[in-house]
């Protein structure tokens, strides 16, 4: 059984028949519908939705039967309403179709407002007053008309909004986007849901622009009778771009201590007052940094709106290689009882040395008064430390020790011989050094009287050591000599001189010291009275012999 169309139709549905029969064939009138007369056709037209009975018979009266539901068949228009409503401002109205469809349903584009194209949209917006249709159809095709009539639309604003202002989220210089703030408001029909618009770009419900560089922005707004309002914004405050600089490094004299000196600008929003941060230091306005060590380092510079560039730098050449002294003098190896001047040559200048003469920049000296091992520490200018070894043992100041042998003092009579016992001499350094001994002074047995042996030694150094025997000789009774009494000395003690009185007249004066050794010898001036004048004489006290014509006295005294 063939359809004409199954698909819902507003038209009549066409059944053919197809049949055949294997033995006597068909009959000439071989079918009927819905039990109506025989009829030679095979095909039936419906023209609404029911049960169709179709019988088919053969020559020989034999029938067969099969029934058919046609439920396709669509002629009812579809049905619905119209409603009209106005927006607030009364400037347009919006038509709204309810409408349905009982058999073959809506059709996917059922609308068809005021004569213009078919849409699935059953609302259709107007500005203006008057009567309209819309054409409903459904999927069998038929066509209904809604008729509706809008009233109430008032004449339309055309006045634009108003730009209030643009605020910007910063006016001051950033590193980052600026956004622009659009404060608009429309007194008549209202902001559009889209309202704005920035650069000639799509339209937008937000208010907010984004610039993410210096430049125009052309802003629109409008309403919803699509009334705009322009204007334009220029931004200048964004500054993405780094400083820009070099750096450069110099040396003080001494080689002690780097200065880097940062050079750098920027175009745009110019350097930050707190533009340096030298090798991960404090924000400084200062360009320079100092530095006592080599190697790598770098400069944050920032500018006004916070973008940071970095400077590296190489420090080289400072000094951090200790000095040593290239030389050690002294001025003198040899044993010596004087002291000893050490002078240091450095590889390089020096700072002072406490308690050392500065020569020269590469040379201090020292005065040694004794023997010493001793560490001297010292700086180059740039602080580099290094140390030398001292070492004198060649200052010897003790003198030698004389011991005299026999008897001291010795005594001895007029006319006898006189053989010196000698002395023997040791020294701290040298040992046994007697037989540098030199002996000076000599006994006249002739003449009664006090003289002195003088021993005098002197070591490698030079230390020189004495020592005095004193020989007294008497006189010898069985001679003739006169006795007279002691001699008056005044004043005694004396300070600069003294006078001698005596009961004879004076032929010479004689003085000597404690240890015999003589120190004035002064002829007499022939009277019993002569003044002595001592000022030159060490304190102490003194032998003072007077010779006279039959022999001599003895007396002391003391020169304060």
Do not use: C
């Amino acid at each position: 059984m063939n359809y004409s169309t199954t698909g819902r139709t507003n038209g009549n549905v066409i059944l053919t028949v197809v049949a055949s029969d294997d033995g006597v064939g068909l009959h000439a009138q071989a079918y009927s519908y819905n039990n109506g007369t025989w009829t030679a056709s095979n095909i039936y037209e419906v023209d609404q939705n029911g049960t169709v009975n179709i019988r088919v018979r053969d020559k020989n009266e034999n029938i067969a039967t099969k029934t058919e539901n046609v439920t396709n068949i669509d002629k009812d228009l579809p049905t619905g309403s119209a409603s009209v409503a106005l927006n607030g401002a009364k400037t347009e109205a919006t038509v709204t179709i309810t409408a349905s469809d009982a058999l073959s349903g809506l059709h996917a584009q059922a609308y068809r407002h005021n004569g213009g194209a078919r849409t699935s949209d059953n609302t259709f917006r107007t500005t203006a007053n008057g009567n309209g249709s819309t054409e409903v159809r459904d999927v069998a095709g038929n066509i209904a008309t809604i008729n509706w009539t809008v009233s109430g639309i008032e004449a339309p604003d055309t006045t634009p909004p108003t730009i209030n202002s643009v605020n910007y989220s910063t006016t001051s210089w950033t590193n980052g986007n600026v956004i622009l703030t659009v404060i608009a408001s429309d007194d008549g029909v209202g902001l559009h849901a889209q309202a704005y618009s920035y650069n000639n770009g799509t339209w937008t419900a937000s208010n907010t622009y984004e610039a993410d560089q210096n430049g125009t922005v052309n802003i629109r707004v409008r309403d919803k009778n699509e009334n705009i309002a322009t204007k334009t914004e220029t931004v200048t405050n964004i500054d993405k771009d780094l400083p820009t600089g070099s750096a450069s490094v110099t040396l003080n004299g001494a080689k002690t201590e780097a200065t880097v000196t940062i050079t750098a600008s920027d175009a745009l929003s110019g350097l930050h007052a707190q533009a340096y941060r030298h090798n991960g230091g404090s924000r400084t306005s200062d360009n320079t940094f100092k530095t006592t060590a080599n190697g790598n380092g770098s400069t944050e510079v920032r500018d006004v709106a916070g973008n940071i560039a970095t400077i590296n730098w190489t420090v080289s050449g400072i000094d951090t290689e200790a000095p040593t002294v290239t030389n050690i003098t002294y001025s003198t190896t040899a044993p010596t009882n004087q002291n000893v001047t050490v002078t240091l040559t450095f590889s390089e200048a020096v700072k002072p040395i406490a308690g050392w003469q500065k020569l020269s920049d590469t040379q201090q000296s020292k005065i040694y008064t004794e023997n010493i091992s001793e560490t001297v520490h010292f700086e180059d200018l740039a602080g580099n430390a290094g140390s030398a070894q001292i070492i004198i043992s060649n200052i010897d100041k003790i003198a030698p020790v004389i011991t005299v042998l026999g008897n001291n003092p010795h005594t001895m009579i007029q006319g006898e011989t006189y053989t010196d016992a000698g002395a023997t001499a040791t020294d701290n350094r040298d040992g046994d050094i007697t037989h540098r001994i030199q002996t000076s002074g000599k006994v006249d047995t002739a003449i009664p009287g006090i003289y002195t042996i003088t021993y005098t030694v002197s070591d490698e150094a030079g230390n020189v050591a004495t020592a005095t025997r004193t020989v007294e000789v008497k006189k010898d009774t069985a001679i003739d000599y006169i006795t007279l009494p002691e001699a008056v000395l005044y004043p005694n003690p004396a300070v600069d001189q003294f006078t001698v009185v005596m009961a004879k007249p004076i032929i010479a004066i004689r003085i000597v010291n404690m240890q015999g050794s003589e120190i004035m010898n002064i002829k007499g001036n022939g009277s019993n009275e002569q003044l002595i004048h001592i000022s030159q004489l060490p304190t102490g006290q003194y032998l003072v012999q007077i010779f006279f014509q039959e022999g001599y006295s003895v007396a002391k005294f003391i020169k304060e």
